[in-house]
């Protein structure tokens, strides 16, 4: 997540997700080349088969293209409104809270299973209820959680002040979420 535009009054934030567009659009035209530029190099049995993978590669593709979701976060002084808008090619949600009812921001770690922790900020509500923010463009190395945590606590601190809220960081793990990995460990040894 980036912030794109920040005023006294408006910070807008997004988030795309341009390595999996990307690599969408190389599945497309990995399939089209399969489709058309290799045809003659295939006898017809052998050019059924690789129909069929352009088909796949095409469809995977597509799907990345469509489905894929900008993030963009709006917080607006003047509307006293926070926005948040999920858009991709296909759809377009949007969730809305009042800025006056957020009571502080966390900063927390989810789990997000086979991909392990991700950090994540939190809107917490005057009634106790949360308005997490959706999770943005995720890959599983380490390196990218690595920065994905110094984003956040960058853009954490800076929408606090801006809302004057308190920000909090609540990404420690608890003993029940250490255990299992430290006995993973032992019993490699």
């Given at each position: 997540m980036k912030i794109v535009k920040e005023t006294s009054d408006l910070i807008i934030i997004k988030d795309r997700n341009i390595a999996f567009f990307t690599i969408g659009i190389i599945f497309i035209l990995t399939g089209l080349s399969l489709l058309t530029i290799l045809k003659p190099a295939f006898s017809s049995f052998d050019y059924e088969r690789v129909i069929n993978f352009a088909f796949l590669f095409i469809l995977l593709g597509l799907g990345a293209v469509l489905i894929l979701d900008t993030i963009t976060i709006s917080l607006d002084k003047t509307s006293n409104k926070l926005s948040l808008i999920l858009r991709s090619i296909i759809r377009k949600k949007v969730k809305e809270c009042p800025l006056n009812q957020i009571r502080a921001i966390e900063l927390r770690l989810f789990y997000m299973p086979g991909e392990g922790k991700w950090p994540r900020l939190v809107f917490i509500l005057i009634d106790g209820t949360e308005f997490p923010l959706p999770l943005g463009a995720i890959t599983t190395t380490g390196r990218?959680?690595?920065?994905?945590?110094?984003?956040?606590?960058?853009?954490?601190?800076?929408?606090?002040?801006?809302?004057?809220?308190?920000?909090?960081?609540?990404?420690?793990?608890?003993?029940?979420?250490?255990?299992?990995?430290?006995?993973?460990?032992?019993?490699?040894k």
């Amino acid at each position: 997540m980036k912030i794109v535009k920040e005023t006294s009054d408006l910070i807008i934030i997004k988030d795309r997700n341009i390595a999996f567009f990307t690599i969408g659009i190389i599945f497309i035209l990995t399939g089209l080349s399969l489709l058309t530029i290799l045809k003659p190099a295939f006898s017809s049995f052998d050019y059924e088969r690789v129909i069929n993978f352009a088909f796949l590669f095409i469809l995977l593709g597509l799907g990345a293209v469509l489905i894929l979701d900008t993030i963009t976060i709006s917080l607006d002084k003047t509307s006293n409104k926070l926005s948040l808008i999920l858009r991709s090619i296909i759809r377009k949600k949007v969730k809305e809270c009042p800025l006056n009812q957020i009571r502080a921001i966390e900063l927390r770690l989810f789990y997000m299973p086979g991909e392990g922790k991700w950090p994540r900020l939190v809107f917490i509500l005057i009634d106790g209820t949360e308005f997490p923010l959706p999770l943005g463009a995720i890959t599983t190395t380490g390196r990218r959680r690595k920065r994905q945590i110094i984003k956040e606590r960058n853009i954490g601190p800076k929408i606090a002040t801006f809302l004057n809220v308190p920000f909090n960081e609540n990404i420690t793990s608890n003993i029940n979420e250490i255990l299992p990995e430290i006995r993973r460990i032992f019993k490699r040894k």
